[in-house]
């Protein structure tokens, strides 16, 4: 399998004298600019942006294996050395997997690659399933480069993207006026990927009219164009992947359970990014070096509070939404990333105030995010007036104007107030606090 061999070191003599001797051939062509024609020019800027993405995939690697392999920071004598942390980076190393910004050692996603590994050889169906951001598509890329094909088209074809009426021709193709708008023949996805790999992303979508067009394909591996009545034979790879339990659509009838066991000779489950939480510092490590490259910027540095939320936040976007939250952090920040730079519906509150009923006597404050006392004090105060608030529109049952007069304050100042702290009234009808006495 294409796995990143750690037995040839990345900062190898060997690539790099490869890639100094690419340079100075173009350095020699581009001496005689002035007598090339602009084919010549168009072929060489190619060469250029190749040379680049090569030494830019060799500093990532070296800066990736780096990160994994550093060793642990100095202990004092009274900590014992934490060995089973040098026992995880050792296997880690041995089996690291690096596909474009992908990793990990984890068990779950180690026996996918090992069962990747071995279907990958043959032709056999594949159904790849795990939640939204896991990387199903690269593992298809990698199931698709590690086999015989991988010379051959990778065609990608989201199922949950084509409409109902133009799915038979999408994925079949159509012949000149089968229907209105079909002004040329037009090869479908199917024939395009023919001797390749066919990924079928989102497969949990599709209708069952097209289910019952799949199944065909997969058992006699012919297609007609819509409009036609030729017979086309296809030989394609077909790997599916879905974030749905296709087993149980199956069990209810929105899946053909005929598909399903035709789809899923080998099944590869990818996990989620919060069941392997100790690569996330070395995923953000990674997605930080990537994203300052795109934004031609120096890798922006976190506070401690920022990467300690990165590293417990649950990612229910996993791996793609780790990679989006570096790239905006990268793009937002300027030389030190906060919590600031989160986008505003994961941005953990600021712990301040705690109003506690007890005693007769308000409880104390715990500003524990601050790192000013300006900003201690705000907290504070921001949440005193949330609570107050709160206490308010419970006391008078959700009715802004009742609460307005109580507080002998105008009624759109109080909506105002409610607004900044996103508070709802109507949460609060109905549960009019008794009053003594009345």
Not at 88 to 98: T, V
Not at 171 to 200: P, Q, V
Not at 409 to 421: A, D, E, F, G
Request: proline share 4%; aromatic share 6%; net charge neutral.
């Amino acid at each position: 399998m294409k796995l990143f061999n750690q037995g040839t070191p990345v900062t190898s003599a060997v690539s790099f004298a490869g890639l100094i001797e690419k340079i100075e051939i173009l350095r020699s062509t581009l001496r005689w600019s002035s007598r090339l024609e602009r084919p010549e020019i168009e072929k060489l800027l190619k060469q250029a942006t190749t040379l680049r993405d090569e030494v830019m995939g060799l500093s990532h690697k070296e800066r990736f294996v780096a990160a994994a392999s550093a060793e642990p920071e100095a202990v004092t004598e009274v900590e014992p050395v934490d060995l089973s942390s040098r026992e995880r980076r050792q296997a880690l190393m041995e089996r690291s997997f690096i596909f474009e910004g992908t990793f990990g050692d984890n068990p779950k996603l180690l026996e996918a690659l090992e069962i990747a590994e071995k279907a990958s050889p043959t032709d056999l169906p594949v159904l790849i399933d795990g939640e939204s951001g896991t990387g199903k598509e690269l593992m298809a890329k990698v199931i698709h480069a590690n086999g015989s094909r991988t010379d051959k088209p990778f065609i990608s074809v989201n199922c949950g993207a084509i409409p109902d009426s133009l799915l038979e021709s999408e994925l079949f193709g159509h012949k000149k006026g089968a229907f209105t708008g079909a002004a040329n023949d037009r090869r479908g996805k199917f024939e395009s990927a023919h001797t390749g790999t066919i990924f079928l992303d989102e497969i949990g979508e599709l209708p069952l009219v097209g289910q019952v067009k799949l199944l065909r394909v997969l058992e006699a591996h012919e297609i007609q164009r819509v409009g036609s009545d030729e017979v086309i034979s296809v030989d394609a790879r077909i790997v599916a992947a879905t974030n749905k339990d296709l087993r149980r659509m199956s069990q209810e009838g929105t899946f053909r359970e005929d598909l399903f066991y035709r789809l899923s000779v080998i099944h590869v489950t990818l996990p989620a990014l919060r069941e392997r939480r100790d690569e996330i510092a070395l995923l953000v490590a990674y997605f930080g070096d990537e994203s300052a490259g795109q934004l031609k910027r120096r890798p922006v540095k976190l506070t401690p509070r920022l990467r300690d939320f990165l590293m417990h936040y649950d990612y229910p976007g996993n791996i793609r939404e780790l990679r989006n939250l570096m790239y905006r952090i990268s793009c937002l920040a300027g030389d030190t990333a906060d919590l600031a730079h989160l986008p505003q519906d994961i941005r953990p509150r600021p712990a301040g105030l705690s109003v506690v009923a007890g005693a007769g006597r308000a409880g104390v404050a715990d500003v524990t995010t601050a790192t000013s006392l300006a900003e201690a004090k705000r907290a504070a105060s921001d949440e005193a007036e949330r609570a107050f608030l709160e206490r308010g529109l419970q006391e008078v049952g959700g009715t802004v104007a009742e609460l307005a007069r109580r507080f002998e304050m105008n009624r759109s100042h109080v909506q105002m107030l409610l607004k900044k702290h996103g508070i709802h009234s109507k949460d609060f009808r109905g549960s009019r606090t008794a009053e003594g006495g009345k």
